[in-house]
């Protein structure tokens, strides 16, 4: 059973930037693409970023293009978000997921294309 882990959020200054791990557990690692999402008080859980298996595609949303990076470190078995520039509408828990075996780089967007989830990490924005 695959878990994720996520780590290094907090609270931070608008402007500010803060750096997201997600290390998961197995083999089978680099065999997928891997997303972030995020989930604010109240509204529904909402795609943030997604990279393909060997970290050459990206795809981010609108809300958080040039400013936030998404990356993985095959050998470490690890995803990151680095966070930029951040906003107070930026605050949420931020949850990392892999996808599920056999989804195309275009369905990586959607929610419902990821199987494995963390537990999430709350990252708060201060005005």
């Known amino acids: 059973q695959v878990q994720l882990v996520e780590s290094g959020g907090g609270l931070v200054q608008a402007g500010g930037s803060l750096r997201l791990s997600c290390a998961a557990s197995g083999r089978t690692f680099s065999r997928y693409y891997m997303g972030w999402f995020r989930q604010a008080p109240g509204k529904d859980r909402e795609f943030v970023a997604a990279?393909?298996?060997?970290?050459?595609?990206?795809y981010y949303a609108d809300s958080v293009k040039g400013r936030f990076t998404i990356s993985r470190d095959n050998d470490k078995n690890t995803v990151y978000l680095q966070m930029n520039s951040l906003k107070p509408e930026d605050t949420a828990v931020y949850y990392c997921?892999?996808?599920?075996?056999?989804?195309?780089?275009?369905?990586?967007?959607?929610?419902?294309?990821?199987?494995?989830w963390g537990q999430g990490t709350q990252v708060t924005v201060s005005s």
């Open positions: 990279i393909s298996r060997s970290g050459d595609s990206t």
């Open positions: 997921a892999r996808v599920r075996d056999g989804t195309s780089w275009y369905a990586a967007r959607g929610l419902r294309e990821y199987d494995v």
